[in-house]
C-alpha cells in the first residue's frame, strides 16, 4: 500500500520551474501525524524546506488528486477496521490561490484501505481503488459523482471482484490497488493485486449517469506477480505496471480499450532472493526516462530508458 504521494504544484514541468514550487505530501497518521503537509521546494538550489507551511489533519490520506484547475484535492483516506476511523473515505478540500487548503467533506467509498484514485478527464467522477471489501475482503472499484462545483456525491457504483491468486496470505482474495484513466478518457484501468489482473471498463456517462462504466476487457498477468500502479508513455499506445510481490515491471500496448502484455522485466539484480515491493513509477518530463521504486529488501529505484517508437525499457 502507498506511503507517501509527492504532487508538484505547478503548471509547467519540473524542470521547467525556475520558480519555488508547493508539494503536497500525504502519508499515514498513526500514532499521530497530521496527514497533509504543505512543502516549498527551490529547484534552482535543489532545496526543500524542512518547515511545512501547512499542515491538514485527516486520517490516512495517502494519496492525493489535484483537478486540472488546482481549486480541488481530493484525498484517499486510506481507512479500515481496527483504525480511529474504520471506514474508507475520500476527503475533498479547497485549495487557494496561495495553495492553502480547507476541508469542505468526506464521503465513504463503501470499502476498506481505499488506495488511489483518478479524475474523469471531464471532471464528472471521481474513480476509486479499494483495497479490501469491508464484509467481503474482496476490494473493490468505486465510483463517486462530482457536481458541477467538484463537490463529492456518494457513490453510485461498485465494481467487485471474486478472484485470488496463488499466494494464500496475500491473494486470497481481490485487493484493486489502482484507478487510472487512459489518456483516450474513454476507458478506466483498475488493477487487481490479489488476483493477477488489469481489469478495463469503457467509460459512457451518456448512457448511464449513475452507471458510467461497463465491463470493456479483463488482462491476466503472471501468476503471483501483484499488479500494483500503472502509467501511460506520452503516445498513449503504452502502458506500463508494476507488479508488487514478483518485483517487477511490465510493458503492455495499449489500442481502444485493449492491453496486450509485451514483456516483463526484473527489478532487482540476477541472483537476488530476498523480498520485493514494486512500488511507484513516474516518467521524466520528457518522457524519455521511466523511474521505478522497488522496497522490501532491495529497496532501490530502477531507472529504465523508453524507446520512443516500440515503447521498450531498457535499463
Known amino acids: 500500500m502507498p506511503r507517501l504521494l509527492l504532487w508538484l504544484l505547478c503548471s509547467l514541468p519540473a524542470a521547467a520551474c525556475a520558480a519555488p514550487l508547493d508539494l503536497l505530501v500525504g502519508s499515514y497518521t498513526a500514532p499521530d501525524a497530521p496527514g497533509i503537509h504543505g ?3 527551490d529547484p534552482a538550489r535543489g532545496r526543500l524546506e524542512r518547515t511545512p507551511w501547512q499542515s491538514v489533519r485527516l486520517d490516512n490520506p495517502s494519496w492525493l488528486v489535484v483537478s486540472p484547475d488546482q481549486r480541488q484535492v481530493y484525498a484517499i483516506n486510506e481507512n479500515g477496521p481496527g483504525q480511529p476511523d474504520p471506514v474508507g473515505r475520500v476527503s475533498r478540500l479547497e485549495m487557494d490561490a496561495q495553495h492553502r487548503l480547507s476541508l469542505r467533506e468526506r464521503v465513504s467509498t463503501l470499502s ?24 467481503d475482503p474482496g476490494g473493490l472499484l468505486a465510483v463517486l459523482p462530482l457536481d458541477a462545483g467538484g463537490r463529492l456525491q456518494p457513490v453510485t457504483q461498485v465494481a467487485a471482484y471474486q478472484a485470488s491468486g496463488v499466494d494464500p ?18 476507458h478506466v484501468l483498475a488493477t487487481d493485486l490479489g488476483g493477477d489482473r488489469v481489469h478495463v471498463y469503457a467509460y459512457d ?45 511490465a510493458w503492455l500496448d495499449y489500442a ?3 492491453l496486450e502484455l509485451r514483456g516483463v522485466v526484473d527489478l532487482f539484480a540476477p541472483g537476488f532472493a530476498g523480498g520485493n515491493g514494486a512500488g511507484a513509477l513516474h516518467f521524466s518530463p520528457d518522457g524519455r526516462w521511466l523511474y521505478v521504486v522497488n ?5 532501490h529505484l530502477a531507472a529504465f530508458a523508453i524507446d520512443a517508437d516500440s515503447g521498450a525499457p531498457t535499463r
Open 112 to 135: 476498506d484501505h481505499p488506495t488511489h484514485g483518478s479524475l474523469s478527464p471531464d471532471g464528472r467522477y471521481l474513480f476509486v481503488a479499494n483495497y479490501s471489501g469491508g464484509a
Open 39 to 41: 512543502f516549498r521546494f
Open 256 to 258: 481502444g480499450g485493449t
Open 295 to 299: 522496497r522490501g529488501d532491495d529497496n
Open 169 to 186: 496470505e496475500r491473494q486470497a482474495s481481490s485487493h484493486v490497488h489502482a484507478a487510472v484513466v487512459a489518456p483516450d478518457g474513454r
Open 205 to 249: 456517462p451518456a448512457a448511464s449517469a449513475e452507471r458510467p462504466l461497463r465491463p470493456a476487457a479483463s488482462v491476466p498477468l503472471p501468476a503471483g506477480s501483484g499488479p500494483r500502479h500503472l502509467v501511460f508513455d506520452r503516445s498513449g499506445r503504452h502502458a506500463y505496471l508494476t507488479l508488487e510481490m514478483s518485483g517487477q515491471l
